[in-house]
């Protein structure tokens, strides 16, 4: 093998296209890090707080809460089954409204929807990680509403004593803010079920139930009795397994585009790591052939000069995951196709985004190396000391 | 030899330099053309709106509808002089339908008032004895051409769907539609990937409490300058009801929608600048190496007495010529790849989402205007160098 101190120097010798072809990989190694930080926000920003023993029954085939809808019959029928979790002697569950409004979009043009749900005080009950951070909790039955710590100040009407229009002549005053651990809850409005289901006119009934079980592992016998009776309609899910499906689509899309865009962005830093070292080569011919004549096998040549393409794209992988760590307090707000509303999540760094992203960086090195790594591995030690 | 001929023969001189980097340009510029035709698109697509189409909606939120006696008040508004504001009003619902053998494929459906659908979406064109068989037939359904050959639907199938929004009819029994109708349409203002059926179906057989619902209101003003004014009027219409509406004409309404999509296109955006920086790099690359190449050549042609001048403005020719080498190749092929299959394919089988995806003359403009401007500057930290060469140093490197 080639002594690698030889490689390294060769790369400094060439400093400034070695810089610029380090700073391409890091360019697009940094794109699809960010990109699946991105998923891996919107997955972790969504799923955070699901508990195994919250169950939430919805209509039969809806996919989401938005689109469900449970008769105020069935409510008290799903409560009173057994394997539910009590408390005082009454089961721990209630229904929630879930319902969207378009708001103005703070910084853009246009407006988006935004999660309102209707709450019980059972409702607090399910979320132990929800705490008001700022203002005060809504008084039940008023036009009172709090908003999520993620979407306040990112919509017209959603900051702290501000006012929303739901119906006339009574808006919704925000007089508090709330945190939940980070969840899709953050980027919802909260307010009094009964408020909430006067303004939609959603007098017949809730979106989901939501209930607590009396131990995790029996979510399969009330999923049972709940789900044979055909006449509800209605279907069984664990909180964990809800969310994650919230999460799918858009930690799908996010993913794909990163991926279609990095692939295309890579070409860009694959030719550029190519031309880089197809010079290097060119100008290496005698040394190439000193080597050769010295008694190193074409093999060694092409690790060679391989290992010098891979120095530097993994350089630029490193700078680039960095620039995409230094990102990873940036919150986006974007709209979930599941909820058909905005979420606020931040980018998440992950292992496995820093590990893919990693790989690719390795993978445009040995792409835009290969070629000229051949290349140098065919020179004949006689033609090149002779030129 | 004048000197832009020198310039021309020195790119070519390392042909497979030559050919990667022209690769890299038209590679990148693609990438640019794509992002830009995406974040483009959706305000190209308001160009196929019409002026006079209005939409009244909840003013609150979509996921609540109005009552169906608002839909007769706009088709009977008048102007402060008495004579009508609206020529022609319908009135539509969301169905949500998801049919159980296509359970992963989304696609609209929506209930509309076939008596005045097509008087107000005029660019949808049904054959007269589908038409007939529409107005005949009270579980009839009319479906976009590209959704049935999507779906493989046929006129005369019967179509099974449920509703999450609705459950199940009233009397228990599902949704069933037989297609009647496939309609086309003359302009892009409406997409052909949905399934309309008749309102009054839908109204038999929702629940007591969603009945005689419209979900929202479209309709067509009499005189499209006047859009703003009639608006207005529909709006005050129910200012003082207990619902309250937004109405907007078609492109103020499409706008709108803008804010649900905003951040992807803000990082499209964003995108579109990372290529052109890894574009600039490429072409920084390229030109660096050759001119490092032949630096013994300028110190010569110094020596002779070429200005630092002249050969600062050779490199920035020759560099400013390989990015528009790129560049032509790059604007062909985003025609070919973006503008002809991509458009095709997002438009026939995403209407939905790009109504509209082609690339517009702007966008090869600023393609190529970047690559140039992209190219100049590449060329500029060489051409200064070679413009500050020292030549007796650099000549007895030469030797």
């Not at chain 2, 300058?225 to 109405?247: C, G, N, S």
């Not at chain 2, 660096?288 to 600062?312: D, H, P, Q, W």
Request: proline content about 3%.
């Amino acid at each position: 093998m080639i002594p690698y101190q030889y490689n390294l120097r060769s790369i400094w010798v060439r400093r400034v296209t070695a810089i610029i072809t380090v700073l391409g990989v890091a360019l697009v190694t940094a794109v699809l890090a960010a990109a699946l930080m991105l998923a891996a926000g919107v997955k972790k920003s969504v799923s955070v707080g699901g508990q195994d023993d919250v169950a939430i029954i919805m209509r039969a085939g809806a996919t989401g809460e938005l689109e469900s809808g449970v008769d105020e019959s069935a409510v008290g029928l799903v409560l009173s089954q057994p394997g539910l979790a009590q408390e005082n002697g009454k089961p721990i569950g209630g229904g929630e409204i879930v319902v969207v409004v378009a708001l103005d979009k703070l910084g853009a043009i246009g407006f988006s929807n935004v999660n309102m749900r209707g709450y019980s005080d059972q409702s607090l009950k399910l979320r132990p990680n929800l705490k008001l951070v700022e203002g005060a909790l809504p008084k039940p039955g008023t036009d009172e509403a709090m908003v999520g710590r993620g979407i306040l100040g990112r919509f017209k009407g959603l900051t702290l004593g501000d006012q929303i229009s739901v119906r006339k002549n009574r808006p919704l005053r925000i007089v508090g803010v709330f945190e939940d651990g980070g969840s899709g809850a953050e980027s919802e409005i909260w307010a009094d079920v009964v408020t909430v289901r006067a303004a939609f006119g959603r007098q017949s009934g809730v979106s989901v139930v939501r209930a607590r079980l009396a131990s995790a592992g029996g979510i399969e016998a009330f999923r049972a009795v709940i789900e044979s009776d055909k006449r509800l309609g209605l279907k069984v899910k664990s909180e964990p397994d809800f969310l994650a499906a919230q999460s799918e689509g858009l930690s799908k899309f996010l993913t794909i585009m990163g991926f279609i865009v990095s692939l295309f962005f890579s070409l860009g830093a694959i030719i550029g790591a190519t031309i880089t070292m197809h010079a290097a080569v060119a100008h290496r011919t005698r040394e190439i052939g000193t080597l050769r004549a010295l008694g190193f096998s074409r093999y060694a040549i092409l690790m060679g000069f391989l290992m010098e393409a891979l120095v530097m794209t993994v350089t630029g992988g490193a700078i680039g995951l960095l620039a995409a760590l230094a990102l990873s307090s940036t919150k986006i707000s974007m709209m979930n196709p599941a909820t058909w509303s905005e979420l606020v999540f931040a980018l998440a760094p992950s292992t496995q985004a820093f590990v893919t992203a990693g790989l690719f960086s390795v993978g445009m090195g040995l792409l835009g190396g290969f070629l000229p790594a051949v290349r140098a591995s065919r020179i004949s030690p006689l033609a090149a000391l002779r030129s | 030899m004048n000197l832009p001929g020198l310039a021309v023969r020195n790119i070519y001189r390392n042909p497979v330099r030559l050919a990667l980097t022209v690769a890299g340009v038209a590679v990148a510029l693609l990438t640019f053309v794509t992002l830009r035709t995406a974040v483009m698109s959706w305000d190209e697509a308001k160009n196929y709106t019409l002026k006079d189409r209005l939409v009244t909606r909840h003013k609150v939120t979509f996921v609540m509808d109005l009552p169906k006696n608002y839909a007769d008040d706009v088709r009977d508004l008048k102007g402060a002089d008495g004579k009508p504001l609206i020529r022609a009003s319908t009135f539509l619902n969301w169905f949500g339908g998801k049919d159980p053998a296509h359970e992963n494929d989304f696609f609209a459906t929506i209930a509309a008032d076939h008596t005045t659908f097509l008087t107000v979406y005029d660019e949808i064109k049904i054959p007269d004895d589908q038409l007939k068989a529409f107005n005949e037939t009270r579980n009839g359904a009319v479906v976009g051409d590209l959704l049935a050959a999507k779906f493989n639907w046929k006129v005369g199938d019967n179509v099974t769907l449920e509703s999450p929004i609705f459950g199940a009819r009233e009397n228990g029994e599902p949704w069933a539609f037989k297609i009647v109708g496939l309609y086309s349409t003359t302009s892009k203002a409406v997409d052909r990937l949905t399934f309309y059926f008749r309102w009054d179906y839908m109204n038999d057989g929702v629940r007591a409490e969603a009945k005689d619902r419209v979900g929202w209101i479209a309709s067509r003003s009499v005189d499209a300058a006047r859009a703003a004014e009639v608006t207005a009027a529909i709006d005050k219409r129910f200012d003082d009801a207990d619902t309250q509406t937004l109405a907007q004409d078609e492109a103020t309404f499409f706008q709108g929608f803008m804010g649900m999509v905003s951040s992807v296109l803000a990082i499209m955006s964003y995108l579109s600048y990372i290529i052109l920086a890894i574009l600039g790099l490429i072409l920084a690359n390229a030109i660096s190496m050759s001119v490092r190449e032949r630096t013994n050549e300028y110190a010569s042609m110094k020596a002779i007495g070429f200005r630092a001048k002249t050969l600062a403005s050779l490199i920035l020719t020759e560099s400013t010529l390989i990015a528009l080498a790129g560049a032509i190749p790059g604007v062909i092929l985003s025609y070919l790849i973006v503008d002809v299959a991509l458009g095709d394919f997002l438009e026939y089988n995403l209407a939905n989402f790009f109504p509209v995806f082609r690339v517009k003359f702007w966008t090869y403009a600023e393609a190529v205007a970047a690559a140039t401007v992209i190219g100049l500057f590449a060329g500029i930290v060489p051409a200064l160098t070679v413009a500050r060469l020292n030549v007796v140093e650099n000549l007895r490197r030469v030797a």
